[in-house]
């Protein structure tokens, strides 16, 4: 990847030129930092570390407790900077997510030539380091030539993005305040600008059976396992899984996630899932949810005992 200058950020430099040396240690020192979702606290530390010796004072920095209303408990809310500037024109919020996916757990980030790598056989977690590292960028640079003369803006870092947003979905907005105008950095290049996205649904789903021992009873149970699998080969072959196209309408579907059993004597009892929904249309991802639903409602329905008994419950 290539980190991009600050010019990006929307705080406009003075003529001097930023010290692109610096820019990519501040990367890499962020990149180095483990921070799977959930487990932001030290690549938050680092970056008010950084913020403070910039200069910005402690009372324009503080966190939102997100992590006690996201759906995963972690040890760290959203970050929010505010920058008054000369406090005239547009606010503006610039934003970044601190969290990596695990596979970037570990990431050792090194220079090769005009690339950086990770040294370590892991991802290099340049989503969303390099978005953190660009804001930065653009912070420090400017504060250290001794210039404020730009326009007031608010910065949030983000935790819990890769998991749904989570972060996001419960920013306390009443700390960001009021805003013109907002961009976020993650992801393709300087480039390249956004102005859509389309949008998802992520579902838990728990299907719950009837237990019994595999080798001397095995009719008595009503495997949790056959239920879920039943709703699965269903939405593939109604087209609800994978590229969904109905009509003029399209989207996605996806089971990401399937878990469940102790032992392989057991009929099992209950399996957890994950699914996801996309689509631009709010209606299309409204149905595709739906006949998820549906289609493990009726697959549970259809799974009894040797009695014809179901303790078949589906929780999405």
């Known amino acids: 990847m290539t980190v991009p200058s600050a010019a990006e950020c929307n705080l406009p430099m003075t003529n001097n030129e930023v010290n692109t040396d610096n820019a990519l240690d501040r990367y890499l020192t962020i990149t180095a930092i483990p921070g799977r979702s959930g487990d932001e606290a030290a690549v ?6 950084i913020l403070r010796e910039a200069g910005v004072p402690d009372s324009q920095i503080e966190f939102d407790g997100a992590e006690t ?37 570990g990431s050792q980030p090194v220079v090769q030539g005009d690339e950086v790598h990770s040294s370590a056989p892991t991802g290099l977690g340049a989503d969303d380091r390099a978005g953190c590292g660009a804001i930065l960028t653009a912070i420090v640079e400017r504060l250290k030539q001794g210039d404020e003369n730009f326009p007031p803006a608010v910065i949030s870092f983000l935790v819990q993005e890769e998991i749904g947003l989570e972060g996001a979905r419960n920013l306390d907005i009443a700390k ?6 907002a961009f976020n950095f993650d992801g393709g290049t300087v480039e390249k600008l956004t102005i859509g996205a389309i949008g998802g649904e992520r579902m838990a ?29 269903d939405l593939d072959a109604r087209g609800w899984l994978g590229k969904v196209q109905q009509g003029d309408q399209a989207g996605t579907s996806n089971v990401g996630v399937f878990q469940g059993g102790e032992a392989t004597n057991v009929i099992t009892p209950e399996v957890n899932l994950r699914a996801e929904a996309r689509s631009h249309s709010a209606e299309m991802r409204t149905r595709i949810v739906s006949e998820i639903r549906q289609a493990f409602e009726r697959a549970a329905a259809e799974v009894t005992n040797h009695k014809g008994a179901a303790l078949s419950l589906i929780h999405i």
């Open 69 to 105: 209303r996201t759906r995963l408990d972690g040890n760290c809310g959203n970050l929010i900077v505010s920058l008054p500037g000369n406090g005239k024109g547009s606010r503006t919020l610039l934003s970044a997510h601190m969290d990596t996916v695990p596979i970037c757990v």
């Open 44 to 49: 938050a530390a680092k970056i008010v570390e």
């Open 205 to 233: 789903i728990t299907v719950t059976g009837i237990p019994a021992h595999a080798g001397v009873a095995p009719q008595e149970g009503a495997s949790a396992i056959v239920m879920a699998s039943r709703a699965i080969v």
């Open 176 to 181: 960001v305040g009021q805003v013109d105008r």
